[in-house]
């Protein structure tokens, strides 16, 4: 099935924030046949995101950043900051390979050389619209480390270096909390030695 299988009756704004929410009230056609009832569904427009996986290929070395999240906040996680892998919102007539350099400087310290397109996927259909493109992008992690982010946007982002061998263990260890990063590094594990290959 494709999209001329679904029959949008209405859209209704929820609210227009940092995100936009709307309701659906739609119907879509039935494996078996036929149409569903009207159906209501509240969606979260998140827009479009890059994000990227800093690899030195010289260090075997994995660039990562902490903060602060509010979805872990607002779920009552105790641990509301995360370690991930840099990413952010694509702006109006920025391509995501723009982002991603853009990104990885502001969050990193790390200028991007090579930069490998891995995939794109959504974060979470059933109930957001965020779709993401990932990257993989050749940095030097020589000179990591410190405190990064646009502070008038509040953000407070530490950057920091860690051995690839170690980032599987982290992995292995459930110590990242978002699919976006688990996704990425997976990649990497499968890619590595071809990146060490090609990009030294």
């Given at each position: ?18 995100f936009r929410m709307v309701r659906l009230h739609l119907r879509h056609k039935l494996f078996a046949g036929g149409w569903t009832e ?107 480390g410190g405190l990064y982010g646009v502070a008038e946007e509040g953000e407070d982002i530490r950057a920091f270096e860690v051995s ?18 688990i996704v990425g590094l997976q990649w990497l594990d499968r890619n590595r030695e071809r990146l060490r290959r090609d990009w030294t």
């Amino acid at each position: 099935m494709d999209r001329d299988d679904v029959e949008l009756l209405r859209e209704e704004p929820l609210h227009e924030g940092f995100f936009r929410m709307v309701r659906l009230h739609l119907r879509h056609k039935l494996f078996a046949g036929g149409w569903t009832e009207p159906l209501d569904r509240e969606v979260v427009l998140h827009g479009t995101v890059a994000a990227i996986i800093p690899y030195d290929p010289i260090r075997d070395s994995v660039v990562l950043i902490e903060q602060f999240r509010n979805g872990k906040f607002a779920a009552g996680d105790a641990q509301p900051w995360s370690v991930s892998i840099a990413a952010g919102m694509i702006e109006p007539g920025e391509s995501a390979a723009d982002m991603a350099r853009r990104e990885t400087l502001g969050e990193t310290g790390c200028t991007i050389g090579r930069l490998e397109k891995v995939l794109t996927f959504y974060s979470s259909p059933g109930g957001s619209s965020q779709h993401v493109t990932l990257y993989c992008g050749q940095v030097s992690a020589e000179a990591v480390g410190g405190l990064y982010g646009v502070a008038e946007e509040g953000e407070d982002i530490r950057a920091f270096e860690v051995s690839f061998t170690e980032v599987l263990h982290m992995v292995d260890g459930n110590l990242f909390d978002n699919a976006i990063s688990i996704v990425g590094l997976q990649w990497l594990d499968r890619n590595r030695e071809r990146l060490r290959r090609d990009w030294t």
